[in-house]
């Protein structure tokens, strides 16, 4: 029986790396963080976007496999899965903490917990 649990929860730790890795060179292959800069006005430098990237492990001309090997040693050595993106003023002040509690009375029914599950339908 124990090696049953131990051969589910090996499996279940293989399948979260791969996933997690997967998603990590999709999001390489498809994301542009450049974008975030582009957008802005003033337009930024390529020089400026380029020094921003690299402390979040994004700079485009340090080779895929040496971010991906510099993010996974962190995660593992340090548990350190990354930073957020730079929040600017706006943005903080609409986040959760600005906002108020929602009022669950205007919800349905169907929506409200009910004997600690919540029903969606």
Do not use: K
Request: some cysteine.
């Amino acid at each position: 029986m124990v090696r049953l649990i131990l051969r589910r929860i090996a499996g279940w730790a293989a399948m979260i790396v791969v996933a997690t890795n997967a998603t990590y060179f999709l999001a390489v292959a498809f994301l542009d963080p450049r974008s975030n800069y582009r957008d802005t006005r003033p337009v930024p430098s390529e020089i400026h976007i380029d020094q921003a990237l690299a402390p979040y492990n994004l700079d485009p001309r340090v080779p895929v496999l040496e971010r991906w090997w510099h993010w996974l040693s962190d995660i593992v050595l340090h548990f350190d899965w990354g930073r957020p993106p730079p929040v600017d003023r706006s943005t903080r002040r609409s986040g959760t903490g600005s906002s108020p509690a929602p009022n669950w009375s205007y919800w349905p029914p169907s929506c409200r917990w009910s004997s600690g599950w919540a029903w969606a339908w």
